[in-house]
């Protein structure tokens, strides 16, 4: 068969194409950015495309053409500079359905559970709309329904329980005692199989048997990690607040973190729902964690995952103030300049480096600028560490470091640099 995968270059839609294409159907995979997977996976034929941009039926057309089945792995957790909820989850699949329509194919949706307290906020509600429109749209359909998925990768919830499980000394918590359901990643791509087989339809809840606490999944997570148990702090809702509030204000800056107030929200009624019998299985966390044992990079990424937002926040603060100090004293700081060149051209190159600093502090803040900040910290600290030793190599030796303090930068930023990633 024919299969269009949406956002196959995610953690889920990534199984998902791998699973189907060893089943022997032409895999096509859509995302954003699949330079990287096509190299991954040169068996599935990659296309480009943006879901918020195909909001309109003739927006699908072409993509649809010859596909019997499309598997609907996308999904956003909160609006900001990277996502737009209405679009992709809503507005986009009402296009798709519109567009279905005259070749009826089969949609299997991965959804959520969008019932419950949490039910009204933007993820589920756009979630559930879609879903509604689904059921009503007369096309052949599997609504899919995952508790929190784990597998050999991480993405979104999974990446941070791994890093909480990785914390030092104490397991800091809030909802330490929320229930979570979970199964495997690849329980999903096995229920997808059996859909394209015709096995499946309808609204299916899939989840393993087994109801954790968050402090017990983290707890296994410890473990498999292969580090000693250490105890669960319980913390206040209010204690995160502001770890929240940061974590939405990155996100409007394209940083898609777990630590949003979505997830939050989600985290405190717990990740529960009443399972139907589906006639599927399901994999426990302790089956899925065993069938999957940790290597040394996974402790790597634990213990760098939060560190990450501290390594860019730490980049941009650096080189904000080494822009905005010298401005408090131009005539001071241009003193250096003056032995190479006149005083109105050092007033100016002082103004104009202070700038570029004050640039890329901000630049590196917003997600989609900052690989390139980043290779434009590189570049300028490259520079001026050369014009430093030509011009006034003194400074080598100067008490304070001006130039040996560059050093630990360019160290970081390359720190920076090979964790910027997301999948």
Same mark, same amino acid.
């Given at each position: 068969?024919?299969? #269009?995968? @949406?956002?196959?270059?995610?953690?889920? $839609? /990534?199984?998902?194409?791998?699973? &189907? =294409? !060893?089943?022997?159907? %032409?895999?096509?995979?859509?995302?954003?950015?699949?330079?990287?997977?096509?190299?991954?996976?040169?068996?599935?034929?990659?296309?480009?495309?943006?879901?918020?941009?195909?909001?309109?039926?003739?927006?699908?057309?072409?993509?649809?053409?010859?596909?019997?089945?499309?598997?609907?792995?996308?999904?956003?957790?909160?609006?900001?500079?990277?996502?737009?909820?209405?679009?992709?989850?809503?507005?986009?699949?009402?296009?798709?359905?519109?567009?279905?329509?005259?070749?009826?194919?089969?949609?299997?949706?991965?959804?959520?559970?969008?019932?419950?307290?949490?039910?009204?906020?933007?993820?589920?509600?756009?979630?559930?709309?879609?879903?509604?429109?689904?059921?009503?749209?007369?096309?052949?359909?599997?609504?899919?329904?995952?508790? #929190?998925? @784990?597998?050999?990768?991480?993405?979104? $919830? /999974?990446?941070?329980?791994?890093? &909480? =499980? !990785?914390?030092?000394? %104490?397991?800091?918590?809030?909802?330490?005692?929320?229930?979570v359901e979970t199964l495997s990643v690849d329980d999903v791509a096995e229920a997808v199989s059996r859909a394209v087989a015709g096995d499946l339809r309808g609204d299916i809840v899939l989840a393993a048997d087994e109801v954790l606490t968050l402090a017990d999944l983290v707890r296994l997570h410890r473990q498999w990690?292969?580090?000693?148990?250490?105890?669960?702090?319980?913390?206040?809702?209010?204690?995160?607040?502001?770890?929240?509030?940061?974590?939405?204000?990155?996100?409007?800056?394209?940083?898609?973190?777990?630590?949003?107030?979505?997830?939050?929200?989600?985290?405190?009624?717990?990740?529960?729902?009443?399972?139907?019998?589906?006639?599927?299985?399901?994999?426990?966390?302790?089956?899925?964690?065993?069938?999957?044992?940790?290597?040394?990079?996974?402790?790597?990424?634990?213990?760098?995952?939060?560190?990450?937002?501290?390594?860019?926040?730490?980049?941009?603060?650096?080189?904000?103030?080494?822009?905005?100090?010298?401005?408090?004293?131009?005539?001071?700081?241009?003193?250096?300049?003056?032995?190479?060149?006149?005083?109105?051209?050092a007033t100016v190159l002082t103004l104009v480096t202070c700038l570029i600093d004050i640039a890329l502090g901000a630049a590196v803040l917003v997600r989609p600028l900052a690989g390139r900040a980043l290779l434009g910290m590189l570049a300028v600290s490259l520079a001026y560490l050369t014009g430093g030793t030509l011009?006034?190599?003194?400074?080598?030796?100067?008490?304070?470091?001006?130039?040996?303090?560059?050093?630990?930068?360019?160290?970081?930023?390359?720190?920076?640099?090979?964790?910027?990633?997301?999948?």
């Amino acid at each position: 068969m024919n299969i #269009l995968i @949406l956002d196959a270059t995610g953690f889920i $839609g /990534s199984v998902v194409a791998a699973r &189907l =294409a !060893a089943d022997g159907d %032409a895999v096509t995979g859509l995302g954003r950015n699949p330079a990287r997977a096509r190299l991954k996976q040169p068996a599935i034929n990659w296309r480009r495309a943006d879901l918020s941009r195909m909001t309109k039926a003739e927006d699908w057309e072409d993509i649809l053409k010859d596909q019997h089945v499309v598997v609907n792995c996308a999904g956003a957790l909160q609006d900001g500079l990277s996502d737009d909820l209405a679009a992709t989850q809503a507005e986009a699949m009402l296009a798709l359905y519109a567009a279905a329509k005259g070749s009826h194919p089969l949609i299997v949706q991965i959804s959520a559970r969008t019932a419950g307290a949490a039910g009204e906020l933007p993820f589920l509600a756009t979630k559930r709309q879609a879903d509604e429109a689904l059921a009503a749209s007369g096309l052949p359909h599997l609504i899919l329904r995952p508790a #929190l998925v @784990l597998g050999r990768n991480a993405h979104g $919830g /999974s990446s941070l329980i791994r890093a &909480l =499980a !990785a914390f030092p000394l %104490a397991l800091p918590l809030t909802h330490a005692q929320s229930p979570v359901e979970t199964l495997s990643v690849d329980d999903v791509a096995e229920a997808v199989s059996r859909a394209v087989a015709g096995d499946l339809r309808g609204d299916i809840v899939l989840a393993a048997d087994e109801v954790l606490t968050l402090a017990d999944l983290v707890r296994l997570h410890r473990q498999w990690l292969g580090l000693p148990p250490a105890r669960v702090i319980s913390l206040g809702a209010w204690l995160a607040r502001p770890v929240t509030w940061l974590a939405d204000a990155a996100g409007l800056l394209g940083w898609r973190s777990p630590l949003r107030s979505t997830a939050t929200t989600v985290m405190s009624e717990g990740i529960k729902s009443a399972k139907a019998e589906s006639g599927l299985a399901a994999t426990s966390a302790v089956a899925t964690l065993s069938a999957n044992p940790s290597g040394v990079q996974d402790l790597w990424f634990a213990r760098l995952y939060l560190l990450k937002p501290l390594v860019i926040a730490g980049l941009s603060v650096f080189w904000l103030l080494s822009g905005l100090i010298p401005l408090l004293a131009v005539q001071k700081a241009s003193a250096h300049f003056l032995p190479f060149m006149p005083e109105a051209a050092a007033t100016v190159l002082t103004l104009v480096t202070c700038l570029i600093d004050i640039a890329l502090g901000a630049a590196v803040l917003v997600r989609p600028l900052a690989g390139r900040a980043l290779l434009g910290m590189l570049a300028v600290s490259l520079a001026y560490l050369t014009g430093g030793t030509l011009l006034e190599p003194a400074l080598w030796l100067d008490p304070l470091g001006p130039l040996v303090k560059v050093l630990p930068s360019i160290l970081l930023t390359l720190t920076a640099l090979a964790t910027l990633d997301e999948r």
